[in-house]
Nanobody
Framework: QVQLVESGGGSVQAGGSLRLSCAAS????????MGWFRQAPGKEREGVAA???????NYADSVKGRFTISKDNAKNTLHLQMNSIKPEDTAMYYC????????????????????WGQGTQVTVSS
């Protein structure tokens, strides 16, 4: 059974940094596409960043240059380093994993991902 558990969220002032983590079990993230998504109240879930099995990354325009997605394959953990955080980054952040194995594209659409975590809240104050 695949399980994704996010951590690292919290409250931060604008301009600050946070590092989100997603620990995977029952799933080898090294060989698949993984992504970070977020959902603010009253808004649709949107893709933030994604990466594939060879380190190709893809970012939403709104976070390019500020957020970095990475995998720690030894710990089977996905990270999202968030720098220069803005109030509009406030949302619940979700880790997602594509169907394991095979070729995948690190897209930012929710339909590409099969497994989801429960989310970690990020709140940014101005």
């Amino acid at each position: 059974q695949v399980q994704l558990v996010e951590s690292g969220g919290g409250s931060v002032q604008a301009g600050g940094s946070l590092r989100l983590s997603c620990a995977a079990s029952g799933y080898f993230l090294s060989s698949s596409c993984m992504g970070w998504f977020r959902q603010a109240p009253g808004k649709e879930r949107e893709g933030v960043a994604a990466t594939d099995s060879v380190g190709t990354t893809n970012y939403a325009d709104s976070v390019k240059g500020r957020f970095t997605i990475s995998k720690d394959n030894a710990k089977n953990t996905l990270h999202l380093q968030m720098n220069s955080i803005k109030p509009e980054d406030t949302a619940m952040y979700y880790c997602a994993a594509a169907k394991g194995g095979g070729v995948c594209y690190p897209g930012l659409s929710t339909w590409r991902y099969m497994h989801w975590g429960q989310g970690t809240q990020v709140t940014v104050s101005s």
